[in-house]
C-alpha cells in the first residue's frame, strides 16, 4: 500500500472525529499526531477527564454525546473506539450524518449487527472501513509480497500461535463479558483470523475451535482459544492463542525478549486479580493517558506488556506460511525465507513518513476515490470466522460459513 501526500495532488488532510477516547482511542490519538493524510480535529467521550485531556493536547473540539461530534461539519470521517458493543450504532449514526467511518476490531458483536452497519454505510453513501488488524502490518504485507512474487510458490498451510498476557492487563467489565463482547475471542482473535484470510485468499469455508476459561477474577471471559480453518481450496490454517500471561510468545525469538522475563511481575499482577486487590479502574485510567502518549503503561507490581515490538507483535503471534516451495517465518529485521536455496532474510520495507496503513487505506478511499480493501463486507467475514469458532467451542461440532469474500485478484502493495 503506498500513502500519498496531500500537498502532490491538491487534497487536504482527512478530518476525523474519534468517538471513544480510552485505550484504544487515545492510541489513535498518538499514531495521528504524525500522520501525513489526517487531522484530529474532534473526539467524544463520556468523561470529562479525557475531553480536557483531548483539548489540551490535541487542541481539538470535545463532545460529550456521539450526536454532537457526527453533527460537526468539519469532521469528514469518524474512527470509532467505543467499547464494542456500541460499535454498530454509532456507525449506523454516523452514517445516517454522512460521515465515513473507521471502526475498530471486532466490527460488531454478530452478523445481523454487521449487515445493519453494511446497509447503513451504502444507504447513505458513505465509505466503511474495518480497520485496525495485524493484516496491515509490515511482517505480513511483506509474506504477501514474497509469496507474490513466485519465489516460493503458492500457500499450503498456515500457523499462528501466540502466548500473551491479556488477559492480566486493567480490564473493565464489558471487555471481560462476552454478551458485550469481552474476551480474546472477541478481542484478539481478529487480528489472527484477518491476517489469515489475507494471506490464504479470504474464502473459509469452515472452522472448529475451543475456548478456555480458566481465571477466576475474569468474570467468565475466555482467555484462550484454539481453531482450525479450513479455506475453499483445502488449505489448512490453524490458530491458537493463550492470554494468560504464564508464557509469552516472545520468548521463543532470542531477539525478542530472555525467557521468563517479567514472570515474577506478572505473577502478582494476576494473584491482585483473583484476590481483587489490585484497583483496575485507576489502572486503567493510567493505560488510556499513556495511550494517547504512546507509552506502555505499567501492569500491577511493575510488570509492563513489554518494550514495543518493531516487527513482532504478540497479538498476532508467531506466524508460520508453508509454501510448494519454502517457508515463511518472523525475522529480526523482517521475514526469513527458507527455500530451495537456503535460507535468506527479506527486509521489511517501511516507507519513510508514510504513516499508518490503515489511515492509508482511509484516505486513498474517502478522499482518492480508490476501491478500500478491509471494508465492511470483508470486516464481516472476519466477524463470521471469529462467531464460527465461539459457535463451534458451545456446540463441539464444525460450523461452514456462508458470507465470505475473497481477496481482489488485482489488489496491489
Known amino acids: 500500500m503506498t500513502t500519498p501526500d496531500p500537498s502532490s495532488n491538491g487534497q487536504s488532510a482527512l478530518r476525523f472525529g474519534v468517538i471513544g477516547i480510552g485505550n484504544a ?91 445493519l452497519m453494511v446497509d447503513a454505510a451504502e444507504k447513505h453513501g458513505v465509505k466503511l472501513l474495518s480497520g485496525h488488524t495485524r493484516a496491515f502490518d509490515p511482517p505480513v504485507q511483506t509474506m504477501w509480497r514474497v509469496v507474490r512474487s513466485g519465489e516460493v510458490g503458492a500457500i499450503k498451510a498456515l500457523n499462528v500461535m501466540s502466548f500473551s498476557e491479556w488477559m492480566l492487563r486493567p480490564r473493565m467489565p464489558e471487555e471481560v463479558d462476552v454478551e458485550r463482547g469481552g474476551g480474546v475471542a472477541f478481542r484478539q482473535a481478529p487480528h489472527q483470523i484477518d491476517s489469515l484470510r489475507f494471506l490464504g485468499g479470504g474464502l473459509v469455508r469452515s472452522v472448529r475451535g475451543t475456548t478456555g476459561t480458566w481465571m477466576e477474577g475474569r468474570m467468565g471471559a475466555p482467555g484462550y482459544y484454539s481453531a482450525y480453518l479450513e479455506f475453499e481450496d483445502g488449505k489448512p490454517a490453524t490458530i491458537v492463542y493463550n492470554a494468560y500471561g504464564y508464557f509469552l510468545a516472545a520468548e521463543l525469538l532470542p531477539w525478542e525478549m530472555e525467557a521468563g522475563e517479567r514472570a515474577a511481575d506478572r505473577a502478582r499482577t494476576r494473584k491482585g486479580i483473583n484476590t481483587g486487590t489490585w484497583d483496575q479502574a485507576q489502572a486503567k485510567d493510567e493505560m488510556r493517558l499513556a495511550s494517547m502518549q504512546g507509552q506502555r503503561p505499567a501492569l500491577e507490581g511493575g510488570a509492563r506488556s513489554g518494550p514495543p515490538r518493531q516487527h513482532f507483535q504478540g497479538d498476532l503471534g508467531l506466524l508460520l506460511v508453508t509454501c510448494e516451495r519454502g517457508l515463511l517465518r518472523q525475522s529480526p529485521n523482517g521475514i526469513y525465507v527458507y527455500n530451495d536455496d537456503g535460507l535468506r532474510e527479506e527486509p521489511i520495507i517501511v516507507q519513510q513518513g508514510g504513516g499508518d496503513p490503515t489511515v492509508a487505506e482511509a484516505y486513498n478511499g474517502i478522499v482518492l476515490g480508490e476501491p478500500i480493501f478491509h471494508d465492511g463486507r470483508w470486516g464481516m467475514a472476519t466477524l463470521e470466522v471469529q462467531l464460527g469458532l465461539m459457535q463451534s467451542a458451545r456446540e463441539r461440532r464444525e460450523v461452514v460459513l456462508s458470507h465470505q469474500v475473497p481477496v481482489p485478484p488485482d489488489l496491489a502493495h
Open 25 to 115: 482511542g487515545g492510541g489513535v490519538l498518538h499514531m495521528m499526531r504524525n500522520e501525513p493524510n489526517a487531522k484530529v480535529v474532534a473526539a467524544a467521550d463520556l468523561r470529562p477527564e479525557a475531553r480536557e485531556a483531548f483539548m489540551r493536547d490535541f487542541g481539538g473540539k470535545a463532545y460529550e454525546s456521539v450526536e454532537e461530534l457526527c453533527e460537526d461539519p468539519d469532521v469528514d470521517a469518524v474512527w470509532i473506539a467505543t467499547p464494542n458493543h456500541f460499535h454498530c450504532p454509532h456507525t449506523v449514526l454516523a452514517a445516517e450524518h454522512g460521515k465515513h467511518v473507521v471502526v475498530e476490531k471486532p466490527m460488531a458483536l454478530s452478523l445481523e449487527e454487521a449487515s
